[in-house]
């Protein structure tokens, strides 16, 4: 076993090491108690013990019954929930932009916030598509396409405010880059539940998009159908805003998503 000092020294890297050493045993063995745990790990009790508390402070373990073993947390059910919603919605996302491209006849994406962008996890192209260019992984703006609207709208407050009080970058004659009415514009779409971006990003493109809900309820992607503004007009925006609600609909039921 180590001795104190060594166990003194640990800086925070090694104490990450250790707790995911103690979620990896937990999720091995099934359950396990702090002499065992500080058996495995190679520290003394109290460690171990400080490790455990933490880690239960987070809901990532959890003791079975007074001064009993640790077992797997409903914590680590919700975290592996998040991550496979992520990959469910690149997968099941890929079908549903392939049928809805079909029907429309135009470009569809889906795509996810991250850090403070938009990323396009999947895209698929209908027959009048005029170009093949390809935006699966791509980073785009929150603040000047309709995907990117749509995510900066179901953002948390706090996070969607952080983002706003940011200097937000005019791509086009078009781009909203003032707050207030960038704001105004994302109140709307919450009330509507689509978003549109007029020339915003590039000049002649048109799209527009609605959200994708998880399990949970939470807008956890936008779905996206553009093309060049001599096929997309304003006046065509409805019937293809039925048409992605109800293909996003389709795809929020598949990842979980019920609506009451």
């Not at 925070?12 to 745990?37: C, F, H, K, M, Y």
Request: net charge neutral.
């Amino acid at each position: 076993m180590r001795n104190s000092e060594a166990e003194k020294g640990a800086g925070p890297v090694q104490s990450v090491d250790r707790a995911i050493s103690v979620l990896e045993l937990l999720a091995r063995e099934g359950e396990a108690g702090i002499t065992e745990i500080a058996t495995e790990l190679g520290v003394h009790k109290s460690t171990a013990s400080r490790l455990v508390g933490a880690l239960e402070a987070r809901n990532l373990v959890e003791q079975l019954g007074p001064r009993g073993k640790y077992a797997i947390g409903f914590g680590i059910v919700r975290l592996a929930g998040s991550a496979m919603g992520r990959l469910d919605l690149a997968r099941l996302g890929h079908d549903a932009c392939s049928a809805l491209a079909d029907t429309l006849g135009e470009t569809v994406n889906i795509a996810v916030s991250d850090d403070g962008v938009a990323i396009n996890v999947s895209q698929a192209f209908g027959a009048a598509s005029v170009t093949a260019r390809n935006w699966t992984g791509r980073r785009t703006p929150l603040h000047a396409t309709s995907s990117g609207k749509v995510l900066l709208a179901y953002l948390p407050e706090s996070v969607r405010e952080s983002l706003l009080g940011r200097p937000l970058e005019r791509y086009t004659a078009h781009t909203t880059v003032e707050a207030g009415s960038l704001r105004a514009e994302l109140d709307r779409i919450r009330r509507d539940g689509y978003a549109a971006s007029f020339e915003e990003l590039e000049v002649g493109m048109h799209a527009i998009a609605v959200p994708v809900f998880g399990a949970d309820g939470r807008a956890i992607a936008a779905m996206s159908a553009s093309g060049p503004a001599y096929r997309f007009p304003r006046e065509r925006v409805p019937r293809f805003v039925t048409q992605l609600t109800d293909a996003a609909a389709e795809l929020s039921s598949q990842l979980g998503h019920f609506p009451r």
